[in-house]
């Protein structure tokens, strides 16, 4: 029997997902009836398709409340990949504590909740949402006046801040280690840009061990609070020791560098997006 699948886009990301159509085509060459359909479109029935995919929902921190309400309706009539709890813990940065209570090495971060005062670091240092995605609300600070602003701007909004050291490798590259089913499937690194006109860009990457290591360390402590996830991508940079640590798990609607990762990879993606789900 065919499972039916919902590969969950935001209307403007439609069709600009590059993992979409390698992924999308493989998916159904495999017998699943896949269909591409925006998470807000109000006219989509959820309870039509067994499982829904959340790839390309790319502007859901812009509406965070109605994003939330969406998956709790979806989880209420199919099965959410990766699964609610998961995604509602990976939504907010948060988790980065919890990780690094759980010995996993990340970037050092610091969160000024509404109500506190920001005790600057040392310059320069980053303040971003606890909630947000796509570099939004991001900046790099080298006064503390100008960032107790941002913080005030940030507390207004509703969102807690979030303080980190400025990796200065990251200007060279940031690495995401792709894991499927669990187990680690490609890497790539990435470079963001860093003024006006440039782009970003992307190229494969043979990860160093520690590499591995640190990438691996952060989806075992996912699977080990909410089973195995499905697709996890961990955004890694070098810190000024020359050691890899964590900016970022990405469990709800990353970009997964297929084309970095060449045909295997989207082998790996279709094998973990119809095998069943696996729980604590």
């Known amino acids: 029997m065919s499972i039916s699948l919902a590969w969950a886009t935001a209307t403007a990301a439609r069709g600009v997902d590059p993992d979409e159509a390698a992924a999308v085509a493989a998916l159904s ?31 859901y921190h812009v509406r965070p409340a ?30 980065l504590a919890e990780l690094a209570g759980a010995g996993v090495p990340v970037v050092p971060t610091t969160f000024v909740e509404p109500g506190d005062v920001l005790r600057p670091p040392a310059v320069p240092f980053v303040v971003k949402p606890s909630v947000g995605a796509s570099s939004r609300g991001v900046r790099v600070h080298r006064r503390a006046d100008e960032a107790a ?22 200007a060279a590259g940031e690495y995401p280690l792709v894991h499927l089913g669990g187990a680690f499937s490609h890497a ?13 860009r992307s190229a494969p990457h043979r990860p160093t ?17 909410f089973g195995v996830p499905m697709y996890a991508r961990v955004d890694l940079v070098t810190d000024d020791d020359g050691e890899p ?23 790996r993606l279709v094998a973990a997006l119809l095998a069943p789900a696996v729980t604590p």
């Open 188 to 200: 790539a690194v990435r470079h963001v840009p860093q003024g006006p006109g440039e782009e970003h």
């Open 149 to 170: 602003a941002h913080v005030a701007q940030l507390h207004a909004d509703g969102a807690a801040a979030l303080v980190q050291p400025l990796v200065r490798s990251a």
């Open 29 to 59: 060459a495999a017998g699943a009836a896949v269909e591409v359909v925006a998470w807000d479109d109000p006219d989509v029935d959820w309870a039509r398709y067994d499982r829904v995919l959340l790839r390309s929902t790319w502007d």
């Open 66 to 95: 109605e994003f939330v309400a969406w998956l709790e309706r979806v989880d209420a009539v199919s099965e959410l990949s990766n699964p609610l709890p998961m995604v509602r813990w990976n939504l907010d940065k948060h988790y």
């Open 209 to 225: 061990p520690a590499q591995r290591a640190v990438a691996d360390a952060a989806v075992e402590a996912v699977g080990r609070r």
């Open 245 to 267: 640590r964590v900016l970022e798990v990405e469990l709800v609607e990353p970009y997964l560098f297929l084309l970095d990762g060449g045909g295997a990879a989207v082998g």
